[in-house]
């Protein structure tokens, strides 16, 4: 599966618990949204580091990695290039 | 005097007028401001017709206005009531109505949530706003006070309190067995009988900088707040979503020169394992405090490597007693795998363990029920009778005249130097990131679906959070749905941290002898 859709995907199952957000665009913003909080993004991490086979550093653990559906992707992406 | 909380603020007002009393970002607050808008927050709930001993909520993400809630409330004699501002609006609304309240201090970004919130709570007629970030809808099925209406108020006097120490100060609403949550009642007196203790025996003073970590709802939140207040300090109100970001948390701490720090353990275990610790300055920190659950031995251990300046003090003490009992960590061994203790005693409580056949453990390895005695014991569970009843009991120890303790559920036993020692609870309530948890409260949640035949609720132990939440399920014959849509269920009802993160289907529940669902071999297979 494509990079973005398998991040899409686990967001949307996994961490979305309000019906608001169930079909989540690219753009949407997931913290101040609270779809992601520190629990969420701790398996958000588990998930990427486990499946996407990337190591997510301390100093990439910041908001703007984690905004957006898109940042995400562009985070996993350019440490796989 | 100061025997009421707010009274704290007052004092420190007169005596550090110029003095930062809460920051938060790039906003700050001193304390003759502050002291000047919560008399204003204050005439205008009088005005609205709040008297003594209303109930009024607070329905706002921490922030500066949340702390001129709190103490606005407080000045107009009222009981505060703090809302979570994650929780689903039914769950607002069932606390509304619960406790009567009339009035509730919100901002402008819940506009849509107190529409929704208004919809249940019958007894809701008033929102008092404060901020002017949005225009307020003129369809909002409330009366509506708007933060421009507050700030022009020109009575800055507060009328003479009639309040004595024995009156409610706040309710704090924690998970109930029973499918609703519980409101418990915490007088002046309750609260200032630990913030005095802070004071004294923690040795604050009014050059500290205090993180203000946990939000209203928790307890947590009353030690930075008011400690802080009494010695005129400076409250930093953490911003909620940095607890995401272990190194921006860590390094907020270390920009902010934050000297008195309080949390529970899972947040300083996530600065440990991902907050670049080692690259940070953060020598001004006095005191680290934790509470609400169990430290994982070899976080706290790194921890105290990687950050040595500090005392390091784990608190103990469920809602209905605020703090009872505390423990000032010395170095830990490298070969230490047991917990630290919870301690002994606060000054002015009394702790003591009662086995199942009610005598008062002496012994070292002895396990019995910790039970609480003292002015820090709350005044029981709003509107519930039965369930103040079963906890908060007459003192066995002592039959010939009236003499409260409350029941912590906690077991507990003796260590070789007098130290109370955790050991688990009597009953099904669980702890995750610091938060209580009835089992039963979301097991009654899930068996609202129609389409669950059964469902058993596990805590599976996890060394970052203490626990994590799995529900098992059995649905009705030929039926389906996905884990997804259960979760979404869940959340029109429960609080996030409620939430089961992992929920699991089978044909049907293994059971005991007895016919009982069999969690004891669920959790097994889950471990």
């Known amino acids: 599966m494509e990079i973005r859709e398998s991040i899409k995907n686990y967001i949307q199952t996994e961490l979305v618990n309000d019906k608001q957000y169930s079909n989540l665009s690219d753009s949407d913003q997931l913290i101040e949204t609270g779809i992601i909080d520190s629990l969420g993004i701790m398996k958000l991490i588990g998930f990427l580091e486990d499946n996407l086979s990337v190591q997510i550093d301390d100093t990439e653990l910041v908001p703007e990695n984690f905004s957006t559906i898109d940042s995400i992707t562009s985070l996993v992406e350019n440490k796989l290039a | ?527």
């Not at chain 2, 909002?140 to 009156?167: A, G, M, R, T, Y």
């Not at chain 2, 109930?176 to 025996?201: A, Q, Y």
């Not at chain 2, 394992?273 to 659950?293: C, K, P, V, Y």
């Open chain 2, 1 to 527: 005097m100061d025997y009421l909380l707010q009274d704290l603020l007052i004092e420190s007002a007169e005596k550090y007028p110029e003095k930062d009393a809460v920051v938060f970002g790039e906003e700050k607050v001193s304390y003759a401001e502050l002291d000047l808008l919560t008399n204003k927050v204050a005439n205008v709930l009088i005005g609205q017709g709040i008297k003594r001993g209303d109930r009024v909520g607070i329905y706002i993400n921490k922030s500066i206005p949340s702390i001129i809630s709190v103490y606005g409330i407080l000045k107009a004699g009222a009981v505060y009531v703090p809302l979570d501002p994650q929780a689903p609006p039914s769950r607002i609304s069932y606390i509304i109505d619960n406790c009567d309240i009339n009035c509730i201090l919100t901002s402008t970004a819940k506009l849509e949530a107190i529409g929704h919130v208004k919809e249940e709570a019958k007894s809701l007629e008033i929102a008092i706003f404060t901020d002017d970030k949005k225009e307020i809808n003129e369809e909002l099925p409330l009366k509506s006070v708007s933060w421009q209406e507050v700030l022009s108020h020109d009575v800055v006097h507060l009328p003479e309190s009639q309040s004595i120490n024995n009156d409610l100060a706040y309710i704090i609403y924690t998970s109930g067995s029973t499918g609703t949550p519980k409101g418990v009642m915490i007088s002046h007196l309750n609260s200032l009988t630990f913030v005095n203790w802070v004071v004294e025996n923690l040795k604050v003073r009014s050059e500290d900088r205090f993180s203000s970590h946990a939000p209203l709802h928790f307890d947590l939140s009353i030690l930075d707040i008011y400690a802080c207040a009494k010695v005129g300090g400076t409250l930093c109100l953490v911003p909620e979503t940095l607890s995401m970001f272990p190194s921006r948390l860590s390094s907020w701490i270390e920009s902010n020169r934050i000297s008195v720090w309080y949390s529970v353990p899972s947040i300083l275990s996530m600065m440990v394992t991902h907050g670049q610790l080692d690259q940070r300055d953060l020598s001004n920190m006095r005191l680290l405090i934790f509470a609400g659950e169990v430290f994982p031995i070899k976080y706290l251990r790194q921890l105290m490597q990687l950050v040595p300046g500090p005392e390091y003090v784990n608190l103990y003490g469920p809602t209905e007693t605020n703090v009872v009992t505390y423990y000032i960590t010395p170095s830990i061994p490298e070969t230490q795998t047991k917990p630290i203790p919870i301690g002994k005693r606060c000054e002015n409580v009394e702790v003591f363990a009662l086995t199942k056949d009610g005598k008062v453990v002496t012994e070292p390895g002895d396990e019995g029920e910790l039970v609480a005695r003292g002015t820090c014991v709350a005044q029981g569970y709003w509107g519930d009778e039965e369930k103040t009843n079963k906890v908060f009991i007459n003192n066995p120890v002592q039959p010939n005249f009236k003499d409260r303790i409350y029941k912590t559920g906690d077991l507990v036993t003796l260590d070789e130097e007098g130290n109370y020692l955790y050991m688990g609870r009597v009953d099904h309530m669980i702890k995750s990131r610091g938060y209580r948890i009835e089992i039963g409260e979301i097991e009654s949640v899930l068996y609202e679906h129609q389409l669950i035949e059964e469902v058993a609720v596990i805590a599976v132990p996890d060394d970052l959070i203490t626990n994590r939440i799995k529900a098992i399920i059995a649905l009705k014959t030929g039926e389906e749905i996905s884990s997804s849509d259960l979760r979404m269920f869940c959340s029109e009802k429960l609080p996030k941290y409620m939430i089961p993160e992992v929920i699991e289907f089978r044909e049907n529940l293994p059971k005991t002898s007895t016919g009982k669902v069999d969690k004891p071999t669920l959790l097994k297979e889950s471990v």
